[in-house]
């Protein structure tokens, strides 16, 4: 029986909701953040945001949530070529990925948590990657999540679990899936205090929360909004 978790916590929609999930489930939850030199940095802020918030707004949550973690992954960033991480426009590449992808992110992403955990004593890695409302990324796909798995446990000697929430689901779906955890509070956290936006912006409110509006990631979270709004019309 599984009891603590570290959940991969970017302060985003999809990690906020994971959060809420292993809230719900375990018994200690640790987040872990990276910082990557991403040009959308303003999450790093969001996601002390919203664990302010979480902790101030959930009691029942606030004593399972324990220490967060952020470590530096520069190297990606000197590796380059991604959109992310250099300032050139969000395009399609000749392999048929946006340029958005950051090739090895999520493979470094769960190695690091699963020696993060080895460390901390931890069972469960919990991750906000989908295939269903995804951009293609090879390092999203349930096949990758499954071989990462093994790969940890065998070069750990650990028995870790990869949860993956909203593998999948869409992003109507993962608004619905926190309005099940949380109620109206956690979707007004996840308006107000995440953020998704590939631009950073900070300036523009929509109904769904902040962003430029135009770029893919602003795209994805406004029309999941919207079609789950019109669903609970019906």
Not at 40 to 60: G, T, Y
Not at 118 to 140: A, I, K, N
Request: aromatic share 8%; charged share 20%.
């Amino acid at each position: 029986m599984h009891t603590t978790a570290l959940v991969l916590f970017s302060g985003g929609q999809d990690s906020t909701t994971c959060l809420a999930h292993a809230l719900s489930r375990y018994e200690r939850v640790e987040t872990l953040g990276f910082d990557y030199g991403q040009r959308h940095s303003v999450e790093m802020q969001a996601r002390r945001q919203v664990l302010a918030k979480l902790r101030a707004d959930f009691p029942a949550w606030n004593r399972r949530l324990g220490e967060d973690h952020v470590l530096s992954l520069d190297v990606l960033s000197q590796i380059g070529g991604s959109s992310l991480t250099e300032d050139v426009a969000f395009a399609m590449q000749d392999n048929g990925l946006p340029n958005t992808f950051v090739p090895g992110r999520n493979l470094l992403f769960m190695t690091l948590a699963g020696a993060l955990a080895y460390r901390r004593g931890l069972q469960v890695l919990v991750t906000g990657v989908c295939e269903t409302d995804f951009s293609g990324y090879p390092d999203c796909r349930d096949d990758t999540m499954k071989a990462l798995q093994v790969a940890l446990n065998l070069g750990l000697d650990l028995r870790l679990n990869i949860e993956t929430p909203l593998m999948w689901i869409d992003k109507a779906q993962t608004w619905d899936l926190a309005w099940q955890l949380g109620g109206q509070a956690l979707v007004d956290v996840i308006v107000e205090d995440s953020h998704t936006c590939y631009e950073g912006d900070r300036s523009h409110r929509h109904a769904w929360g902040w962003g430029c509006g135009s770029c893919p990631a602003c795209a994805l979270r406004a029309k999941g909004w919207e079609r789950w709004q019109a669903g609970r019309k019906r």
